[in-house]
């Protein structure tokens, strides 16, 4: 870790790369850490915080552009990786949705709730909302469980099965939803749990 921070941190590199995995225990828990999270552990060294943050930003726009170009798909792999990047090592759950045009057209992505180490609950008028200001026909929802298991849980299916009735009322589509895990994505659709 601490090669990957010296163009940042410079010859303070191994001690930013100890503080890092003391506070956060992995590079992938660091490098999902809020601006707060990442300022806390890194104490003075806001410089360093603000170089984190821009580096993970640069990757998340690299790989957005990715699924941006190419219809929307849950089991694309880009599409995944993507995911897997933003909510994947998270410490909280994250609620994530991607809009989509009726042939699955990128219309944009975003976090729409954060909760605790083993909950989130999503804000229903928040979602259709946004998907009514974007003209979206489709929702791939996804979130993460901070525990590294990617089965969902009854929980997870009770308040899907919420989402896509209430959805369908107004004819959106919740095309599925995805449980990122710590290696792997479980697809609701496709264990047929939507």
């Known amino acids: ?20 995995i003391a506070h956060f225990g ?9 601006p707060e999270q990442l300022a806390e552990a890194l104490g003075d060294d806001r410089k360093l915080a603000k170089s984190i943050l821009a580096a993970r ?12 170009r190419s219809p929307v798909s849950p089991l694309d792999p880009v599409f995944r990786s993507y995911l897997s990047l933003i909510l994947g090592n998270a410490t909280t759950e994250r609620l994530h949705a991607t809009f989509v045009t009726h042939d699955c057209g990128y219309l944009a992505d975003e976090i729409l709730a954060e909760g605790t ?7 229903l ?33 009770a308040l899907t099965r919420r989402i896509v009735l209430i959805a369908s009322s ?10 990122v895990g710590a290696s792997r994505i ?5 264990r047929e749990l939507l």
């Open 26 to 34: 992995s590079l992938g828990r660091a490098l999902a850490a809020t």
């Open 117 to 123: 180490t083993g909950h989130v609950e999503g804000d």
């Open 170 to 179: 107004v004819r959106i589509q919740i095309l599925d939803h995805l449980i």
């Open 186 to 190: 479980i697809s609701m659709r496709e």
């Open 1 to 20: 870790m601490a090669d990957l921070l010296e163009p940042f941190a410079g010859r303070d590199s191994p001690l930013a790369a100890n503080r890092l």
């Open 125 to 157: 008028r928040r979602l259709l909302s946004r998907a009514f200001d974007l003209g979206a026909h489709g929702i791939i929802l996804a979130h993460n469980h901070p525990s590294g298991s990617a089965e969902p849980s009854d929980n997870d299916v």
């Open 57 to 68: 930003r640069l990757v998340h726009a690299g790989l957005r552009e990715g699924v941006q």
